[in-house]
């Protein structure tokens, strides 16, 4: 494995790019927008001017986009990814997309000699700059064991969870969790405010008990100043819990706490803050109960 | 300080006086059934047959009892703790109630010369069993320097949080973060289940990431297991939930997820089950998902 | 039956108390401010100058009050409605209040030989005035056949709906249906509006079939014209529903539906506007959505 | 207008293929299984054994189908509806699917010059049967007017909402606000019930009063007998009201209320009880209550 064609070079996939051609892939990028292409060959790697041109001859591709429709529109069609990467490759969706989407590409790529892993992340853009990231790989056997040495130069915790789809589902309960803390995180700390108690250190307290999360740990200082430049977007998530509405719907579950979560999430993005971190859920709390948010 | 009243000798109470015993203090106990207060005479106690009698000659009263109203009903009337009690005591209420019955206390206690904290644990029967109980503390500098002696036979993590009330209110957000996290894990466990995701794997790399939380850590065993003895039971959480939304109401918060999440506590009681571990939040998600729930 | 007092002269109990004086009997009103006292003296009644007073030679006593904390104010103490009461008077309690309490005034008024009824109404202010409240009575059959010549004075549709306390759990029973029926017919304009679609007609087709209701008929031209001036008032709406959230605790019922309803009331009063109309739930939603609401 | 195709004779299309035929139109019937069409054969019309021979020579073709794809797979495609029509003839489909759907089918049929209107119902099998549906429409004027004939042999209000999508739009309002009040007048007569109030009488004091529907005087009776023999199914009001989160979504609101009477009819279908009338809604929430409930 040698040459590895990487479509999406946005806030994750920049960072993830630059690590693989550090550790000595050749590296074909393709983006939309021209100048992370550019990046990307200040780098070290090379520049596709589409993306059939970009995987025409690697062994390995990575897509890291948005959400389902564009990795549909990418690798599906007759000028996608799945036409024009040689048979015997192997295709590695690392976006974060709908499980049933994930099944039909590793479908659509065995038709075409093509293995498919689905192999989504955490861990954010510090994780992808630092090589990091938390991966959760649906697939086969094989198809992991071969994928490992790309994982490895982009994360530490690299786990093969079940067959195509698989990674997708575990990313979707990621998310569930952290946007359901977050809320709840949120209407803690108004609790305390409200109550005129000083919230420093009554989360310190909380988090050293079965209170305690990571979400905690890592958002309650954004939270409490009210600083909501995004480590990860408000819409992503909203994203991201409209795939567990779905795949609830699929299994005829009926979830009621991560509903409410995503209702408010929503809420963050109809409201035009959908360019703000997820933390920023605590506007939409703060609006219920009559104190105007920052934002 | 020397002779300690402790009234409450319930799952928290009688490990708690048992480790004021075993500090050195001269306990005098009381609960309304007998064996409770024999067991704490053999473990080197002494017994009372009344409230009035137990706080008699009492430097501390401490209260370990279920809800507000059975504080109320212990510590006012002419029969009651503050009636009883010498000018000039302490009276430590560690039951988990509502806040502004704390603030009550405080200001009844003011009026015959007895300060008054709340101080509300975390940490189970486990942490009352080993000493390392979380205590979160409510009420003035001075009568909190006075209690600590008595708070470090009992607790590791001991913090003043603010003035009366703050005590409570603080453990107030505990139980929102802790019940919207079961509420949320539950949600979580099932979705990996029915999309047919091990996920014992799964909850290993979701621990590691963004998502993780005490809670993920100490109940997803039992989730997965549908073992729900119980650790804290249901029905004291759903009392627990009671008490924020009251604080929320009396504030004019709206605070939809812990609602929710009170709402599946609530189904958890209301189907017989209050006796069983909070963690059984799991069965009402099931139910509703037309899962046969095991209890 | 001559003599009535008359305790609480607003919105309602004003223009309930003349109608009583219109229909011949002796109407003797008191209320906290005095202005309300003195249009009563203009309509044709009595003034005091305490509850006491009032009461003091009433063969009924009516008290119309906001909330549940007033009667009790006004009923009990030995300042109060039933410590004045001769004995073999009535008390009928026609304001909104919750069922447990209006129990225990049946229960107090038995120990002082006076019949108690609960009797709150439905019909709003216009109601009052064209006396065509409806009126829902719990109580003993003999205390409501007592009472039924003073409800003809006030009410078209008069039901014995059962015993002490039922009157109030039908009107929190109504006030359930019409708190969720305004938020749904507010979620209903607002995709009606998004999509382009004009809600005045499309209102008309729904009123005809099976969506049809009462708040549909009389609340959604105010909400299309976003006039909140109060028929209704959030703030007392908001009360009803923490009626109804209690009653559903005391017998263990979870009720999702009108527990979102009851957020989205909350939400309106959290946000200083629980002086407008209740159909004032639309400006909530709109809140959510991104829509800037009027008020 | 003669000659009608009409594909989908099930519980609707049956009786409204009938009521053409008697209203004198010439009507060809396509259904999946044959007995359907045999069935309107026995009625006087005409049998036709694939959408491609039913549409053939139409001036009119009407669909009445469950969902979304079902219309798409029978509209769209070599084999479907508007690759068979003849160009000239106007399309209406009757049944309740996505707005979007019903867009992108008025897009198709103009590229072949065939017109279509969406034309979806409320009344059920009984306005069906009875020629009393009501008929909210969406398309331009002239196809509106081309579609009026038929429309008066199955429906009494017909009403042209806005242009394509319009009629679906309304409809989805239509489900949202009977969605909402089956569940509400489910927690109502439950709070009934658990207070031992006789809720016969109570229903009807509040069907007088502002709390009044069409949901309370129709559905009451089966929720009070436990008796859900399907007059409208659980399962396509769960499928509608997926529409009006799908509507929700894509013009960014935030409908709380409504989404959480579709978990409550979610969960009866999740349950199995799709098959059920809508109002065992009432099940879900006794379940949640603790409370047996019957089916
Ligand atoms: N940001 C984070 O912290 C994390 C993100 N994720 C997930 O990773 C994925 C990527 O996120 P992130 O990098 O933040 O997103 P960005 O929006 O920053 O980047 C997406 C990139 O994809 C390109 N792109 C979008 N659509 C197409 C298309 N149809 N064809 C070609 N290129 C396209 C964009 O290029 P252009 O400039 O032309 O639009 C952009 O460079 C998402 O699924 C997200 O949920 C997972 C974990 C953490
Ligand atoms: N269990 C846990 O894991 C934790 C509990 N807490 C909180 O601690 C408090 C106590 O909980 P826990 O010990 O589990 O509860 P238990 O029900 O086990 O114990 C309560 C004790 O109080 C006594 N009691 C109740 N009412 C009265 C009364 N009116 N007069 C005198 N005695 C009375 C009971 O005696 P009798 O036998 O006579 O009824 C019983 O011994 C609660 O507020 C709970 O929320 C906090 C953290 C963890
Ligand atoms: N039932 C009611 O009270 C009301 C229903 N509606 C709406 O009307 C629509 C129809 O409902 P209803 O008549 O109750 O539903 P049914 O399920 O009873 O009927 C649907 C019919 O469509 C046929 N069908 C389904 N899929 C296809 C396909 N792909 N190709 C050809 N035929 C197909 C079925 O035939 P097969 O036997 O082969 O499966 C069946 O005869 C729905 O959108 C519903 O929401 C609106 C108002 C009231």
Chains 1, 2, 3, 4 share one sequence.
Request: aromatic share 2%.
């Amino acid at each position: 494995m040698r040459v590895i064609a990487f479509i999406g070079l946005g806030t994750m996939g920049a960072p993830m790019a630059a690590n693989l051609v550090k550790a000595g892939f050749d590296v074909v990028g393709y983006n939309r927008s021209r100048p992370a292409v550019e990046n990307l060959v200040a780098a070290g790697g090379r520049a596709a001017s589409s993306v059939a041109e970009a995987v025409a001859s690697a062994e390995v591709a990575v897509t890291m986009l948005p959400d389902s429709p564009d990795v549909e529109a990418v690798a599906l069609g007759p000028d996608g990814l799945l036409a024009h990467l040689p048979a015997g490759a192997l295709y590695v969706d690392m976006s974060s997309i709908n499980p049933a989407v994930a099944v039909a590409l590793a479908a659509a790529g065995a038709q075409r000699d093509v293995e498919v892993l689905d192999a989504p992340v955490s861990g954010g853009e510090p994780g992808a700059r630092s090589a990091s990231l938390s991966i959760m790989v649906g697939g086969t056997a094989e198809a992991f064991a071969r994928a490992e040495p790309l994982f490895a130069a982009l994360g530490t915790t690299i786990v093969h969870v079940g067959p195509a789809g698989a990674g997708q589902t575990v990313k979707a309960a990621n998310q569930l969790l952290v946007g359901g803390h977050l809320a709840l995180l949120a209407e803690a700390i108004l609790l305390l405010e409200a109550a005129g108690v000083a919230p420093e250190g009554a989360l310190r307290v909380l988090a050293g008990g079965l209170a305690g999360s990571t979400v905690l740990d890592r958002k309650s200082g954004a939270m409490l100043a009210r600083s909501f430049a995004p480590s990860f977007r408000a819409d992503l998530h909203a994203k991201d819990l409209r795939i567990v509405a779905d795949l609830a719907r699929r299994s005829s579950l009926v979830l009621p706490t991560v509903s409410t979560a995503a209702q408010l999430m929503n809420a963050v993005v109809a409201r035009g803050n959908g360019d703000l971190d997820h933390a920023a859920v605590l506007t939409v709390v703060e609006l219920l109960s009559g104190r105007e948010p920052t934002p």
